[in-house]
């Protein structure tokens, strides 16, 4: 009686097990295509044996049957980790190819005139102007070309620091996204624990909404995680902690400068201070080319970039160079301007690679810099030709300024303007020192008024020399204004910078004649060796720099712009190439995910048989048991 009734016992944990399989199947089947939904599967275990009888030979037990043990997720946290990675990296070059596609059409779209037409256009005028520069209309033209010409790089480069700044209303929703997404995987923590504290259930469902939410995340940031001995998830973020067990650790933005008003990261509470390092480049090997908020932060930059922010390498001195007049070389300067050459050449290269984890790691101010260089180096080199400085070594000079205030000049050297080979205007004053582009705020030179004149050792004259209101003769010194690196104020860049108005209001300004002091009197400069003849061949020199990386690539003003553009596409190239082979990448780890994790709906079905199957088999052996029962206590009646 006891070994059936124990049967009995075998048949109805047959009918759970095979229940619980049809229940677990179902649900499958019910959420094939709910997103992040991983496959459960049953797993079953023995009852307990039953012992009967103990031997000295053997122990004789009785099986009880199967029971359910646990219903676990069909899943592979290494394949989780890794397509985690791999999203959070895809996502990051997604936001650096965005970005360069956004200043492709910021140059090739400034109200559809590309820029290249604006910078060619001035050079047209300047070629036009070297054969007749007594033409006022065609002075018109070069004016009007020069102005469209800084407006336009104004446009170009408003544009650019537009979308810079556009960019922290980006940075601002991904970061309350990451804080909206660490406070549920802190309240899925929290569920989890409760459901699984006693043991007897997985929360499955509730782990498959936390594994959607840590993908999601991936795509934000990368982040280092485990799971502890109660089933919560701890995550953190560069170190620190985002989610540990029931809490969430927010992050959020803060100005990075009132200039700017540009964001950066910060945690919000946990002490932890700024969440990425910006002033170090991304890199492969230490996992900071990932994650959409850092990809953001990256591709804008800290600033608003200008040409100070790109390092130029020293010129190197010739020996050629320091050819005296009986043949022989300077030995001794030669020697001390190549030491010093050497002493600033390693500075060249250690402000390369703080420029290679600052302004070059970011594409937008990379390309602001050098685009600010092409402005500058242009502008500077059209006023040096019209307004040309010569170096003065001065023991102290004293005078007064054009308010008639006392100015003096301390010892040491400074640049003038050469008062005897500048050109002037065709004004009736002969103007000399004005120059076509101007620092908002800043004259090109201080004007010190002197009693007497002023000469250098060999003679030269360095003062003009005019008759004041009471006809007293007097000297100016035009002391050039330098630029400095610290005050954007002193600078000729984009931000900075303007047409002179004095040239527009009165276009005879315009330096277009010889000088009379050496010796050309009434003479426009023209044909070889005049002023714009001079401009254009400046416009072909070789002279600048695009790359601190690549300092012997030197480019004329003419191909600076093409260099960058192609520049500026190659880099969008290559980002497109590691795009689609990080797309293919996370893709295929996501088909390895889902070979395994997700529903087969006809596999399922099959399960589904299989079940039924053994729920009719247990219901059938149940049935027979009972049909034993019954003979035997009918047979014993």
């Known amino acids: 009686m006891g070994s059936l009734l124990t049967s009995f016992g075998v048949g109805v944990q047959g009918i759970r097990s ?36 103990v031997t000295d030979k053997s122990t004789l037990q009785i099986g009880l049957g199967t ?32 970005t360069e596609n956004e200043i492709e059409d910021i140059f090739g779209e400034m109200e559809g005139i590309e820029f290249l037409y604006s910078l060619t256009d001035i050079w047209s005028q300047v070629e036009s102007l070297s054969t007749d520069p007594s033409n006022i209309a065609q002075r018109k033209l070069f004016i009007s070309g020069a102005e469209s010409f800084i407006n336009r790089a104004y446009d170009v480069y408003k544009e650019l620091t537009d979308y810079q700044t556009g960019l922290n209303n980006e940075i601002e929703k991904q970061v309350n996204k990451i804080n909206e997404i660490s406070d549920g995987i802190a309240e899925y923590n929290t569920i989890i624990a409760q459901i699984e504290a006693s043991g007897v259930q997985n929360a499955n469902d509730y782990r498959d909404a936390r594994n959607l939410l840590l993908d999601e995340l991936a795509e934000y940031t990368y982040f280092t995680y485990r799971e502890d001995i109660d089933g919560k998830m701890q995550v953190y973020v560069s170190g620190a902690p985002l989610v540990i067990e029931g809490n969430s650790y927010h992050m959020k933005c803060e100005r990075l400068s009132e200039d700017t008003g540009m964001y950066k990261v910060i945690w919000e509470d946990n002490g932890y201070g700024d969440v990425y390092n910006l002033d170090k480049a991304y890199s492969n090997k230490y996992m900071t080319d990932t994650g959409s908020l850092y990809g953001t932060l990256t591709a804008r930059g800290k600033k608003f970039a200008n040409y100070t922010d790109l390092p130029a390498p020293p010129k190197k ?22 030491e010093a050459y050497e002493i600033a050449y390693k500075q060249f290269e250690e402000d390369t690679k703080v420029f290679n984890n600052t302004t070059g790691n970011s594409i937008l101010t990379k390309i602001e810099s050098q685009f600010d260089k092409l402005i500058h180096d242009m502008v500077t080199m059209m006023n040096d030709v019209f307004c040309p400085n010569i170096d003065f070594e001065t023991d102290g000079v004293t005078g007064v300024d054009a308010n008639g205030i006392d100015v003096t000049l301390e010892e040491g050297k400074y640049r003038i303007l050469d008062v005897i080979n500048c050109p002037t205007g065709a004004d ?65 860049t984009i931000r900075n910078l303007e047409m002179n108005d004095k040239i527009l209001a009165n ?11 050496a010796g050309e009197n009434g003479v426009y400069s023209q044909g070889p060796g005049g002023i714009y003849d001079t401009l254009l061949k400046k416009w072909y020199e070789k002279s600048a720099v695009l790359d601190p990386n690549t300092p012997l690539t030197v480019y004329a003003y003419s191909d600076y712009y093409k260099g960058m553009i192609d520049g500026l596409s190659t880099q969008g190239h290559v980002w497109k190439t590691m795009l689609d082979d990080q797309t293919k990448l996370v893709e295929s780890i996501e088909d390895k995910r889902q070979q395994m994790a997700g529903v087969a709906t006809d596999e399922e079905l099959v399960y589904l048989l299989q079940y039924q199957h053994a729920f009719n088999a247990a219901s059938r052996y149940i049935n027979t048991i009972d049909q034993m029962l019954q003979h035997l206590i009918e047979r014993m009646a």
Not at 78 to 89: G, H, I, N, Q, T
């Open 507 to 517: 276009y005879s300004l315009l330096p277009v004649m010889s000088n009379p002091q």
């Open 317 to 338: 001195p010739l020996r050629e160079d320091y050819k005296q007049e009986d043949g022989t070389i300077d030995e001794d300067t030669y020697n001390e301007d190549y």
């Open 67 to 98: 029971k359910l043990d646990s219903i676990r997720q069909i899943r592979d946290q290494f394949l989780d980790k890794e397509y985690r990675v791999e999203a959070s990296r895809q996502s990051f070059y997604d936001k650096q190819y965005e």
């Open 18 to 53: 095979a229940q619980s399989g049809l229940n677990t199947t179902s649900h499958n089947l019910a959420n094939t295509k709910t997103p992040g939904y991983t496959r459960q599967q049953n797993i079953n275990a023995d009852m307990p044996y039953q012992t009967y009888r």
């Open 428 to 492: 009736d004053e002969v103007t000399i020192g004005e120059e076509l582009f101007k620092r908002i705020g800043t004259e090109r030179y201080n004007v010190i008024i002197l009693d007497s004149a002023l000469t250098a050792e060999d003679g030269t004259v360095l003062t003009q020399e005019f008759t004041d209101t009471d006809g007293t003769t007097k000297h100016k010194l035009y002391v050039y204004n330098e630029e400095q690196d610290d005050n954007i104020f002193s600078q000729y």
